[in-house]
Each structure stands twice: as structure tokens, then as C-alpha cells.
């Protein structure tokens, strides 16, 4: 199975770089590549997104902030030069949050993180349907 992810950075090298990173990754199809967090906002609302890569200091929609805005957002590993961010960043549940510069194995734990946590939720899901669809036999303990 291919996770679909988007990356967003407002520095081009810096996303160049990421995405040939990233396209070393087997599972991983990139989407897009995109500048700011405010181009993200379409892309989020109208597509299927499973990993966000995101610098989170940029013009107009940091990354902090684009994720505050997003419902039903997918998984968001947080990539940035300023580690001070990284608390506020856990609070708020992404899955990694990896200091710059980026190197390819660091990369890849952060991926398998967020592959492993997106199949997880999904086994999760698959568990509770059925329960919701059974009629309850009043047998609780």
C-alpha cells in the first residue's frame, strides 16, 4: 500500500531536498510539493492526504497553524530549524517533529512512526464497527 503525503516548505531547496528523501521511501507517493501552508489548505480539504511534512515557520499559514485549522487532519511530522517549537508541536499531537538539517534515516523512523500509527487506528476502527452494528445481550461485566 502507497501513503499519499504532501510537503510543504517555503524554503524550495530545502523541499527539493525533502522530496528526493522522501522518494527513497517505497511506500510513500508524494502528492505535492508545496510553498506555503496556506496552497495546503485545498489540497487538504479536497484530497486524501495520509502524511503531511511540514516546515512549520512560513509566511502567510505557518504549519502550527495550518494543523490548528485543518479537520479530520491526516498525520503531521513537523520538519524545522527551531527545536523551540517542538513542545508546542506534541501538544498537539503530530506524530515526529525532526530538526533541520534532515537526514535520510532520521526520515525514515519518522515515516514508519506514522505508517505504524496510521495502521493501527485503522485496525482500531475495523475493531469497533462491528460492535457498533451488534445488538447489545445485556451479558456486560
Do not use: W
Amino acid at each position: 500500500m502507497k501513503y499519499r503525503c504532501i510537503i510543504i516548505d517555503d524554503n524550495i531547496i530545502e523541499c527539493d531536498s525533502l522530496a528526493l528523501k522522501l522518494k527513497q521511501i517505497a511506500c510513500l507517493e508524494i502528492y505535492a510539493t508545496l510553498s506555503s501552508g496556506l496552497e495546503a489548505v485545498n489540497i487538504l480539504r479536497d484530497n486524501k492526504i495520509d502524511i503531511v511534512f511540514s516546515d512549520i515557520d512560513m509566511p502567510g499559514l505557518s504549519g502550527i497553524e495550518l494543523l490548528k485549522s485543518t479537520k479530520n487532519h491526516p498525520v503531521f511530522i513537523f520538519i524545522s530549524s527551531h527545536p523551540e517549537y517542538a513542545v508546542e508541536s506534541f501538544s498537539l499531537n503530530v506524530i515526529d517533529y525532526i530538526v533541520k538539517p534532515v537526514k535520510l534515516e532520521r526520515l525514515i523512523h519518522a515515516a514508519n512512526k506514522a505508517i505504524e500509527y496510521i495502521q493501527l487506528k485503522k485496525l482500531l476502527n475495523n475493531q469497533a464497527s462491528p460492535k457498533a452494528s451488534s445488538p447489545d445481550t445485556g451479558n456486560n461485566l
